[in-house]
């Protein structure tokens, strides 16, 4: 069972669209991950929160804009994709980006595909 | 920047077998090693980490190994089980302010 929890597990959408990813973890972490996984790569990492602050930032276009709203929340809000961008979106969290290296636990993702 | 380098790429072994990946990195400053496994269409999950102040670390049929002056470190998997069967991700991360980097990954199979 994962202590990650994202919705929805499966997103089709036009390159119009908006939409938006939720992440949700109740661990008490206090650092959430977007990673973006195509087949058969490792996970390429977008963006990290650290105490609800946005403090990496992989030099991701802006039609991907993250949001923490609450330590437990992680949002990632989707306008204007391209079809490069299908792929699978991982949500992950660690106990904290200041206390030394600790494990990242992953949610199931999101697989997006662009039309 | 940190750069890990991961071989095979597959790795195919008959059940019962022992499993071995191994794993190399750039950046001496790196002090932090996980391994993750993914099944097709799920999660990566942590199975496995080391830390640079130790050599060696198992987990029943999981262990890793960790050579600091040669910058590399393996997996080992023995008795292995259909369930087994996965991709392998080797990491290294230096500071907790730095990203996790990934090594391209090891598909395992493991043949009943």
């Known amino acids: 069972d994962t202590e990650v929890t994202q919705t929805p597990k499966h997103l089709v959408m036009g390159m119009t669209n908006k939409k938006s990813l939720k992440c949700e973890q109740h661990m008490g972490h206090r650092a959430m991950y977007w990673y973006k996984q195509k087949a058969k790569k490792p996970p390429e990492l977008m963006f990290v929160y650290s105490y609800e602050k946005l403090s990496i930032n992989e030099s991701v276009p802006s039609r991907f804009s993250p949001e923490c709203p609450n330590s437990s929340l992680l949002n990632l809000h989707l306008h204007a994709l391209q079809p490069e961008d299908s792929a699978l979106y991982l949500c992950a969290s660690s106990p904290s980006t200041t206390r030394g290296n600790q494990p990242q636990h992953f949610g199931d993702g999101t697989r997006l595909s662009i039309l | 920047g940190e750069n890990v380098e991961q071989h095979p790429s597959t790795l195919s072994v008959q059940e019962g077998d022992s499993a071995v990946i191994k794993c190399t990195y750039s950046?001496?400053?790196?002090?932090?090693f996980p391994w993750y496994k993914q099944e097709l269409g799920k999660r990566p999950q942590l199975i496995i980490d080391?830390?640079?102040?130790?050599g060696e670390k198992k987990d029943q049929r999981i262990a890793v190994t960790l050579n600091k002056t040669a910058k590399h470190f393996s997996l080992h998997i023995t008795e292995t089980q259909p369930e087994d069967s996965a991709v392998y991700f080797c990491?290294?991360?230096?500071?907790?302010?730095?990203?996790?980097?990934f090594g391209p990954g090891t598909s395992l199979s493991v043949i009943p």
């Open positions: 080391i830390r640079s102040n130790v």
């Open positions: 950046d001496s400053a790196s002090n932090y």
């Open positions: 990491a290294a991360k230096k500071t907790s302010y730095d990203k996790v980097i």
